[in-house]
């Protein structure tokens, strides 16, 4: 009963939220799907591909246009891999293949990319052993090399004090790079290990031995951590400069009684606690997006989402801006204006309101897909409702491609089509990848800025159209996308349905 009242609700929401929620054309519409919380483990080939193709159809319904998936939780693989183990978080037994035999990231990737939606492959760089893992297979990273981790809290964190990791953390990454046709490589937050009671990282004596000058180890151990996000950023760039580097930090960078710069916050740091300059990467260009986990509600004593959604849109737009949210939280919070609703509409409206906030990652993919607090249909019917296109960035590529040619209708034994041809283009920069199908009413003006004008964002050059009787008029436009979404000059065409 008392579901029934909150569904109610919501309902009534998102009808007056529709109608006064303006949307834009370009936006990130992420959702991380993880393995390290264990829900593939014990899953055969055919289930975990029946459970993942659901979450994505549901997904494509409620607006995602990028997955980002987890590859890679502990020095491990959930693809193949001539460099490290398959992961147990996948077969439940680190280092055996699993049967049926199939690759999780290729399958991905195919997936993802037939529905129009990005694929971001997810690592986590440092860590070599989550505090589950109790076996480690004889071809990993710290059964050949032990030396080269430390043992910290019931885990293992590769020393990020040791060139040898970073240049083996870049070698893992170029493989996938090489091998799979990802659109993003996504790091999250961490880099040294929170900060654990009772524990110490036991990294004095290196830093002794090898400071390079640095005055004191927390310094240092930035520098360690700055050395390697260049590192691994130059490393994408020269492997395929398209592919997308992001970096998801925990939700606070400094606390303002520490640095005047920081936020109004009383919580652990990126900075301090976690030795990641987040905003030097940001401000120097060595990532390609930030989206800090802002995981905390309206009104939290010690990390309030709108003071930090505020702080970063101010401090982080150097490059775009997505924000990490947790549906949990968001829908468990009653929402400031109106104690009836939860807090999605309020966050939602600061995402627009806020310039530089270019879009949003969930976390995580099955919450919304079990449309926990009615938040996916939310989504589907207000939030998410038409296409986006993915944000531009200019500082990897701004020209769009050449405008498609020869646009006609023309019936066929699947009825009437509408067809075009790829625009001449050579290389990544110039070729088209997808289009884009908008359709107006004859006489309506023409904006392309209007998302809910799109009805097809696809890789096709063709699609079917829906013809009635022939006594409607209509405007087709068709645009070209290049890899980084440019988008080239429209080219129209009078149709009758």
Not at 186 to 205: C, K, L, M, N, R
Request: net charge positive.
């Amino acid at each position: 009963m008392i579901l029934s009242l909150m569904l109610g609700t919501d309902q009534i929401t998102a009808k007056s939220e529709s109608a006064a929620y303006t949307h834009s054309k370009r936006e990130f519409r992420g959702a991380w799907i993880q393995c390290v919380n264990g829900q593939f483990l014990g899953m055969s080939t055919q289930k975990m591909q029946q459970t993942l193709t659901y979450q994505l159809d549901e997904l494509q319904k409620q607006g995602v246009n990028a997955i980002i998936f987890q590859v890679r939780p502990e020095c491990d693989a959930l693809y193949e891999s001539r460099i490290e183990p398959w992961s147990r978080f996948l077969t439940g037994k680190q280092g055996v293949p699993p049967y049926p035999y199939w690759d999780p990231l290729k399958w991905m990737v195919e997936q993802s990319h037939k529905r129009g939606m990005e694929l971001h492959a997810w690592i986590n760089p440092y860590r070599a052993k989550t505090t589950t893992t109790k076996e480690l297979a004889s071809n990993h990273i710290v059964t050949r090399k032990p030396l080269n981790a430390f043992a910290y809290a019931g885990q293992y964190i590769l020393n990020p004090g040791i060139e040898e990791n970073r240049e083996y953390i870049c070698n893992v990454v170029g493989d996938i790079l090489r091998r799979y046709d990802v659109d993003g490589l996504h790091i999250d937050d961490y880099f040294y290990p929170y900060p654990a009671a009772g524990h110490v990282i036991p990294d004095e004596s290196l830093y002794r031995s090898c400071s390079n000058g640095i005055g004191n180890i927390s310094d240092w151990r930035r520098y360690n951590v700055n050395l390697f996000v260049k590192q691994l950023h130059d490393t994408i760039s020269a492997v395929k400069p398209w592919v997308k580097f992001g970096v998801s930090p925990f939700g606070i960078y400094r606390n303002k009684r520490n640095d005047p710069n920081g936020s109004e916050t009383n919580g652990l740091q990126n900075y301090d606690d976690l030795y990641a300059d987040v905003l030097l990467w940001v401000n120097n260009g060595w990532v390609d997006y930030c989206v800090p986990q802002i995981y905390w509600q309206i009104g939290h004593s010690a990390a309030d989402y709108k003071t930090l959604i505020k702080w970063w849109n101010k401090n982080a737009s150097a490059r775009p801006l997505y924000i990490g949210e947790d549906i949990e939280r968001t829908v468990k919070y009653e929402g400031t204006d109106d104690p009836s609703v939860n807090q999605m509409p309020a966050k939602f409206r600061l995402h627009r309101e806020l310039p530089n906030v270019n879009g949003t990652v969930l976390w995580y993919a099955k919450a919304a897909v079990d449309d926990i607090g009615n938040y996916g249909t939310m989504l589907r019917e207000v939030y998410w409702k038409y296409p986006a296109l993915q944000p531009r960035m200019p500082f990897i590529d701004g020209k769009a491609p050449k405008k498609v040619r020869r646009v006609k209708d023309v019936w066929t034994k699947d009825g009437l089509m509408l067809f075009w041809t790829a625009p001449k283009g050579k290389g990544w920069m110039n070729e088209a990848s997808k289009y884009v199908v908008y359709r107006f009413d004859r006489g309506e003006k023409i904006n392309l800025e209007n998302p809910a004008k799109i009805i097809a964002l696809t890789g096709d050059t063709f699609l079917k159209l829906p013809y009635k009787d022939g006594s409607r008029r209509y405007v087709y436009v068709v645009t070209a996308l290049d890899r980084m979404h440019n988008e080239s000059k429209p080219v129209k065409r009078n149709v009758k349905l």
